[in-house]
Antibody, heavy 117, light 106 residues
C-alpha cells in the first residue's frame, strides 16, 4: 500500500528557512504521478504549495514562487520542501500527497510547523 | 486563480435527513473533487470527477454539477458523516480548495 510520511523540525524562527521531508513507501516516486506539498492553516484553509513530478519537473503556487523549492532524492524515495524567509503566517500543518489526474489520492498524516521566535 | 466558495460554512443535520453542500467556482471548471476530513486526520479523497465515489465511500453520497456550480449530497445523514467537506479544482493552476463545510449531527 502507498504510504507517505512527513517529517520536519516542528519549530522554526521567523526569517529562517523551513525544510520538510516526505518519505514514500509502497510506490516509486519516479514511476508516475505528481508529488505534492499542501498546507492547512489554523482555521482549516487548505493551500496547494507545489509538486515535483515523477520526471522531476516542478510546479509551484505563484503565491509562493519566490520562496519555495521542491526537490527529491530518488535513491531514498523521498521528496523535500524548502520554504525560505518564513513568517508567522507560515504556521500550518504541512501535508505531502500524491496527485493522480485531478485528485490527491494518498496523503501523509501531516506535520505541524510553528514559526515563532 | 479560481476561487471556490462553499456554502454553508457550517450546518447540522438529523439522522436520516438529506444534506446538500454547494461549491461555486469563480470560473468554469471541467470537474470538481471532494474530500472528507475529520479532526486530527488528513483529508480523504471522497468524490472524483464530479460524481464518482472513491473506493469505500457509502452509496448515500453523490456528487453533481457542471460549469461553476457543483454539489455534494448525502441522501440520508448518518452519524459517521459528521466531518468537514472540501471541494477542489485542478482545471487551472494553482490547484485550489474551497473553504470547507463543517457538517454536524443533530
Amino acid at each position: 500500500d502507498v504510504q507517505l510520511q512527513e517529517s520536519g523540525p516542528g519549530l522554526v524562527k521567523p526569517s529562517q528557512s523551513l525544510s520538510l521531508t516526505c518519505t514514500v513507501t509502497g510506490y516509486s516516486i519516479t514511476s508516475d504521478y505528481a508529488w505534492n506539498w499542501i498546507r492547512q492553516f489554523p482555521g482549516n484553509k487548505l493551500e496547494w504549495m507545489g509538486y515535483i513530478s515523477y520526471s522531476g519537473s516542478t510546479s509551484y503556487n505563484p503565491s509562493l514562487k519566490s520562496r519555495i523549492s521542491i526537490t527529491r532524492d530518488t535513491s531514498k524515495n523521498q521528496f523535500f520542501l524548502q520554504l525560505n524567509s518564513v513568517t508567522t503566517e507560515d504556521t500550518a500543518t504541512y501535508y505531502c500527497a500524491r496527485f493522480d489526474w485531478g485528485i490527491f489520492d494518498y496523503w501523509g498524516q501531516g506535520t505541524t510547523l510553528t514559526v515563532s521566535s | 486563480q479560481i476561487v471556490l466558495t462553499q456554502s454553508p460554512a457550517i450546518m447540522s443535520a438529523s439522522p436520516g435527513e438529506k444534506v446538500t453542500i454547494s461549491c461555486s467556482a469563480s470560473s468554469s471548471v471541467s470537474y470538481m473533487y471532494w474530500y472528507q476530513q475529520k479532526p486530527g486526520s488528513s483529508p480523504k479523497p471522497w468524490i472524483y470527477r464530479t460524481s464518482n465515489l472513491t473506493s469505500g465511500v457509502p452509496a448515500r453520497f453523490s456528487g453533481s454539477g457542471s460549469g461553476t456550480s457543483y454539489s455534494l449530497t448525502i441522501s440520508s445523514m448518518e452519524a459517521e458523516d459528521a466531518a468537514t467537506y472540501y471541494c477542489q479544482q485542478y482545471h487551472s493552476y494553482p490547484f485550489t480548495f474551497g473553504s470547507g463545510t463543517k457538517l454536524e449531527i443533530k
